[in-house]
Every structure is written in structure tokens, then in C-alpha cells.
């Protein structure tokens, strides 16, 4: 292989390694990474519905957003994350909230996937 050759092989190769966000590492970062936790909250949130933001529950079976169990609790820390953050309130979510968070979280992770694959599409 040139200079050339090998240039664009390590260029495919990274692209290639940045689509690999396997289950077990969503789930992992979600768990024991605080920014993953919230940034998947967050993402979460932004794929429900409008009618389902505005009353905290899910009412589309459309595999996006949280499910009818966890969607009056997690919809609400969504909303506390985007208060304190629009203040700049550094404590966005308290250690109990984390924990509730860091259980729930980790099931919607082809979800993120999915965000994660759309966001690196478009950054192509």
C-alpha cells in the first residue's frame, strides 16, 4: 500500500469504529457515565410526541420516547434537566434521580443507537 492507499484506509477505519455502539456499551455508558445518562434522557425526551410532552404520558405505540410506565417520571426529569440548565443551574438531577435514571435508561438503548446513527449521518 502507498501513503495514499493507507490515508484513506484509516479514514474508512475510523468511520467504521465510530458506527460500532454495541447494546452492551449504550448501556454501560448510560449506567456509569452521568453525561450519558442525562444526554439519553434528554434524547429520549426529544422523541416523544408533542400531545405526550404536554401531558407526561405516552399515548402512540410508536417505539419512540419512553414507554407508558416510565413516562410520566422520566418526562418530568427531562423537563427539570431543561429548567436547570436554561438557569444554569449545575446540579441537574439529584443522586436519587440518577440511580431512578441509570435503571430505567439502559432498555431504550437501540433507541440511542438509532440517534447516535442519524447524528454521525449527518455529520458525513
Known sequence: MNIIEISLYLRVSQKNLSNMYTKE???NNIVNNISWTIRSLEVLYS???TDEKEN??????????FNSTDSFILSSFSEQVRKRKQYGNPVLLSEKQLSICQKKLPKYWKQIQEEISLKQQGNQ
Open 47 to 49: 422523541r416523544q410526541t
Open 56 to 65: 407526561k404520558g405516552t399515548k402512540h405505540q410508536n417505539s419512540r420516547g
Open 25 to 27: 456499551m449504550i448501556q
